[in-house]
């Protein structure tokens, strides 16, 4: 099946720097690759969704300065937290699908734990 | 736009009962594909079943099996015999023929009683 691999699995950072997190379609292309944040006991919110060789799409009331992202092959995508705060804390979690049909499920990367300090 | 209800935020089942766990729907796309996922407490979000809306057959994969009921916009996962492992957050998943952003329910979580 489709794997779709995240690193770091936990990264702990100080406020102010920046975090980048790396995902990877293994076995397949990607041409759209999704970033979700988790809060505690809450379902997945959508961040942005990112296109190959293009700009990302952020959803509405997610900072694009702040979160980075890069698309930059059919394998890879990063989201990169810049100036972390304490705030910014939280579960990332990406995902791609191997096509854009509405019949083919996402598959999701393990996740992120980010704890800013 | 889309909204997806999960009205169970927490259930509780003895281990080798069935469970059903409550999913509903609303648009007004004809193409849509509904999604359920495990999330254990490690994080990670496993993929168990898929139902399309041109499907004429509920879904079925081992012990996971989809009550698709279109036309009350419901799609309500079904998992039988259940096991220890299956404690979890389980979310319901919508994705519209015409997008490609998945929309989540809030989650149930299960714990299995042994």
């Known amino acids: 099946g489709a794997v779709v691999s995240q690193h770091p699995s936990r990264v702990i950072c100080k406020s102010g720097t920046s975090v980048k997190i790396e995902c990877r379609s293994l076995?397949?292309?990607?041409?759209?690759m999704f970033w979700y944040r988790q809060f505690p006991k809450q379902s997945l919110m959508l961040m942005a969704t990112?296109?190959?060789?293009?700009?990302?799409?952020?959803e509405q009331g997610v900072e694009k300065d702040k979160f980075l992202i890069n698309h930059a092959s059919l394998t890879l995508s990063t989201l990169t937290v810049t100036s972390a705060h304490p705030e910014d804390s939280s579960f990332y979690i990406c995902?791609?699908?191997?096509?854009?049909?509405?019949?083919?499920?996402?598959?999701f990367g393990n996740g992120t734990r980010l704890t800013v300090t | 736009a889309q909204k997806i209800t999960q009205t169970q935020p927490g259930m509780f089942v003895q281990e080798k009962e069935a469970v059903t766990l409550d999913c509903t729907y609303d648009?007004?796309?004809?193409?849509?594909?509904l999604f359920w996922y495990k999330q254990p407490s490690s994080g990670e979000m496993i993929f168990l079943i898929y139902?399309?809306?041109?499907?004429?057959q509920n879904a079925t994969e081992g012990r996971y099996s989809l009550n698709f009921q279109k036309a009350r916009k419901s799609a309500n996962l079904v998992i039988s015999a259940s096991q220890l492992g299956d404690s979890a957050m389980y979310f319901c998943?919508?994705?519209?023929?015409?997008?490609?952003?998945?929309?989540f329910g809030t989650g149930t979580k299960l714990q299995v009683i042994p």
């Open positions: 139902q399309g809306s041109y499907d004429q």
């Open positions: 990112s296109n190959e060789g293009s700009k990302a799409t952020y």
């Open positions: 998943a919508f994705l519209s023929g015409g997008y490609q952003k998945v929309t």
């Open positions: 648009t007004s796309d004809p193409s849509y594909g």
């Open positions: 995902s791609a699908g191997t096509s854009s049909s509405y019949n083919s499920p996402l598959h």
């Open positions: 076995d397949f292309q990607a041409t759209t």
